[in-house]
């Protein structure tokens, strides 16, 4: 990876580098980047090969009509919580609303194979009757262009919480509890009958992960969950501003509420940053914050880069989020209280943004990416 560093040096590191300097700055970019170290201005990254031959891959959607067919959804649900998946087989999640304000609970398929061999493994889930499936095979880049079509632009506020659970963390508790928190948001945002790109939305989605990812220590790189098995994010989006303090409102609930089935009950992912996390540090980065301070002290000690929630140098006191003087993690009762709700609403009043501009892909070759790390 090569690197504009604060000192305006161009560096190349990697994990085998003779410098030790280099090979820890490398560790740290390994999930400490996001504002921290530096611009990224180019990258190398392995290669994997597919299982099929002729480069084919199994995916679409397996949706199911709520409350409708609800118990056929929890024991699609608990199917899938109480077997191991495969290596070759990824099932994200998520709960929104379709046309007409419709509650469904889906599962986004990838199975790095034929369909053949993907309808043996999904066997189990299929019995329980998805109302809508569409799983098809495919190449794998034709997988790629179709899961970048979410949310290209819009013209809304939108906020999200994070969390990280760990395997068998899909219990019907937490599966209840979402389905009711989605619900209730559905009011809370004013979703429409059209359920446009740019109208108020809520869902809440996960990333499977697991498998390999679970395969490397937490200390060898700067992501500390490697337990986690699902990265989730629970998602509003709204257009009218006077709007904001009841969704703020109700998304100190949901971070109260689903934070309980979280790992420590406080693991989030980096990649979904949220700033009003208390207690970030630990939330982003669990045992691997201090290390990622002693190689931020070593690249950038004067703090060029820096946010609201980065990563600060060893000695630095200053303040990353505008909040009380401590980081402790509240209470689920304190935070369903209405101080925390309150503070909740001030931490919003530098946050609100638009988006503006839609999101960036590539389509078939290599292509160099500018981005912040």
Known sequence: MTVVT???????????????????LFWALCGGGGG?????????????????????????????????????????MQTFNSNKCPAEL?????????????????????????????????KPILAHGPINNTLQEMSWTDCVEQSEGWDVGSKAYHHHASFIFAERAITPELTSTVADLVNEAAGVVGITEENKSNQPKCHFSWSHIGAKTEEIPAQDTAFYWRDGHYVATFKA?????????????????????LST????????????????????????????????QKVKTEWDS?????????????????KSLPIHETFTI????????????????????????????????????????????
């Open 302 to 318: 004067d703090n060029f880069f820096n946010h609201k929630q980065s990563i600060k140098p060893v000695g630095d006191c200053s």
């Open 237 to 257: 989006q709204w257009t009218n501003n006077k709007k904001r303090n009841d969704v703020m409102n109700f998304m100190a609930k949901c971070q109260a509420k």
């Open 261 to 292: 089935f979280a790992i420590e009950e406080k693991a989030a992912y980096v990649n979904f940053i949220d700033g009003t996390v208390q207690n970030w540090q630990e939330a982003y980065y669990g045992g691997n914050y201090s290390r990622l």
């Open 6 to 24: 604060a000192s305006g040096d161009v560096v190349t590191v990697s994990r085998d580098d003779e410098d030790q300097k280099k090979r820890d």
């Open 330 to 373: 509240p209470s689920k009762k304190e935070v369903l209280g209405k101080a925390q709700l309150q503070q909740m609403e001030s931490w919003w009043e530098g946050s609100l943004f638009t988006i503006a501009v839609g999101a960036w892909h590539a389509q078939g070759g290599p292509v160099a990416v500018l981005a912040r790390c």
């Open 36 to 76: 921290n170290l530096g611009i990224a201005v180019s990258m190398k990254s392995k290669l994997h090969k597919l299982r099929d031959q002729d480069g084919k891959v199994v995916s679409g959607q397996l949706m199911w009509n709520l409350p409708q067919q609800q118990e056929a959804f929890d024991e699609a």
């Open 90 to 122: 990824t099932i994200d999640a998520m709960w929104s609303h379709g046309q007409n304000k419709q509650l469904t609970g889906g599962m986004t398929v990838i199975y790095n194979s034929c369909m053949e061999k993907a309808q043996e493994v999904l």
